[in-house]
């Protein structure tokens, strides 16, 4: 079975050690995902797997056979140019160095998708419901799981309420 | 991490049949494959059984059969446990981040290992955890994060799940399955105490799998239910400590309370004097304060954790409070 990345068929490696991460970064050389504490504790390396926002350093490269993985690469506009999250994180400064933005992309990514479900979170007030309106309470315990060590959070946040505006529009 | 094989099965009988000496049983991976690469484990196989059946279905007896390889994410939000069990919701989503839950699943999550950063110094540090008989370095080091309750001066690392202190006040069932039959064990009963084998952190036995958790029909106090955890940083760590509780009222008395506290054991810890203490009793604080210290009494603080006792008295209090407020 093979691994569809950006959808593009490739194989599973032969050592079944390899992570996701390494698969990505020293295989296919797609060196967008990065690999900040390769332990599950930063999320620089968050892609899509079926849609869903996880951890490809904790994820073995086998563990994703049969499956689409989407990597910062594969992210796209409408139009085939640059996504309405990435243009709002340009627009709001929601970097600096720029090393946790391809996971703060993807995880966002994700996240939209969680809400559009009407998931909660632990900041929900009402679990039953879900979230009726999202604060930004509700975005940063969302995107907890990426750091940022430039300390850009105010701008990430800012971008991800745009795009939230915006693809609700 | 020393070299591994992969093996992956949809099936349960074969996933048993599978595992043999040296094999693991992969959910997620999400501690496991940390632990892998640390060396703090070791495996010569790891068979994934994250693609076995994943269902969230009602009992027969109006419970809830939650099978072991259901994602933690898909589990906080089945609209059954949101309504019916809050207390899960609230606890799952207060555990790890969103890519995690994501991809860890109910078994792994339960079975998974102390994050005492002792236990994962493989070059720097003993721990009996690891290497029985080597000692423990967290007894007289860094121990804020460490247990109060049911240590033992062989280990004293805590339990890190949220989802289980959720699960021991809900009185949840553990069903296994292995080479010597089915059997069920209460999640309470699960995790064992360190004593002299800190080694050994389960009932489980080699080769035996954890088929699901069956929760009972909601009682009273869960219906009335919330998982409060304190912690260094508001999103995104472990609990210092954290509680669990239920209450339900009738004619201004407590007719039922639950209380499970996480962060200050081996295993999550039922409040049980409490919950004795508090029935019949008006819902006030200072109730809720004697019923606490009644099982706070056992507690042996080390010298870098004593704030826990306060912690938990003042959060238990706080989660009954508004609980009592609630109900009424």
Excluded at chain 1, 124 to 138: H, K, N, Q, S, Y
Excluded at chain 2, 43 to 69: C, H, N, P, T, W
Excluded at chain 2, 280 to 301: H, S
């Amino acid at each position: 079975m093979s691994i569809r990345v950006n959808d593009r068929e490739v194989s599973p490696p032969d050592d079944a050690r390899v992570s996701l991460l390494d698969l990505l970064r020293e295989h296919l050389h797609l060196t967008g995902t990065k690999k900040g504490c390769d332990q599950g504790a930063c999320g620089a390396c968050t892609v899509l797997l079926d849609g869903s926002r996880v951890l490809s350093c904790l994820t073995l490269a086998a563990q994703a056979e049969g499956s689409d993985v989407r990597t910062i690469e594969g992210v796209t506009g409408k139009d085939g140019g640059l996504h309405v999250l990435q243009r709002a994180f340009i627009e709001h400064d929601g970097l600096q160095c720029g090393y946790c933005t391809p996971g703060q992309i993807c995880s966002a990514i994700g996240m939209a998708e969680e809400l559009r479900r009407g998931d909660p979170s632990y900041v929900t007030f009402d679990l039953a419901a879900g979230p009726e309106i999202v604060t930004r309470a509700e975005i940063r315990e969302r995107m907890s799981g990426n750091l940022c060590r430039c300390g850009a959070h105010n701008g990430i946040v800012e971008a991800i309420e745009d795009m939230l505006a915006e693809t609700a529009a | 991490m020393t070299p591994l094989r992969y093996a992956r099965t949809a099936d349960r009988a074969d996933a048993l049949a599978r595992v043999g000496s040296g094999a693991r049983f992969l959910g997620g991976g999400t501690n496991l494959v940390d632990l892998l690469r640390q060396n703090v484990e070791r495996a010569s196989e790891v068979v994934d059984i994250s693609r076995l059946e994943g269902a969230i279905r009602e009992s027969d007896g109006g419970g809830l059969l939650i099978d072991a390889s259901v994602r933690n994410a898909v589990l906080a939000a089945h609209p059954l446990v949101r309504r019916r069990y809050p207390v899960l919701s609230r606890a799952l989503l207060a555990g790890a981040s969103a890519q995690i839950r994501n991809m860890a699943t109910v078994g792994g999550n339960i079975l998974q290992r102390t994050r005492c950063m002792y236990f994962y110094d493989v070059d720097g540090a003993r721990c009996n955890k690891r290497q029985p008989g080597a000692g423990c370095d967290a007894v007289g080091g860094f121990n804020r994060y460490h247990a109060i309750l049911g240590a033992s001066d062989q280990c004293v690392a805590t339990h890190p799940s949220d989802m289980c202190v959720a699960l021991a006040m809900l009185d949840a069932v553990v069903h296994l399955s292995g080479p010597g039959g089915d059997r069920s064990v209460p999640l309470v009963d699960f995790h064992v105490l360190p004593s002299a084998t800190p080694q050994v952190e389960t009932v489980l036995k080699p080769g035996e799998l954890i088929i699901g958790v069956e929760l009972p029909p909601p009682a009273p106090a869960v219906t009335h239910s919330e998982y409060r955890k304190v912690r260094d940083r508001s999103s995104y760590a472990f609990a210092l400590i954290s509680v669990a509780g239920g209450l339900a009222l009738a004619g201004g008395r407590v007719i039922e309370a639950r209380i499970a506290l996480g962060g200050v054991a081996a295993r999550p810890w039922r409040a049980r004097r409490a919950e004795t203490a508090l029935v019949g009793a008006v819902p006030t604080r200072d109730a809720f304060l004697a019923a606490i210290r009644e099982d706070l009494v056992d507690a042996q603080p080390l010298a870098g954790n004593g704030f826990k006792i306060a912690l938990v008295e003042r959060t238990v209090v706080a989660v009954l409070t508004d609980l009592a407020g609630a109900s009424q």
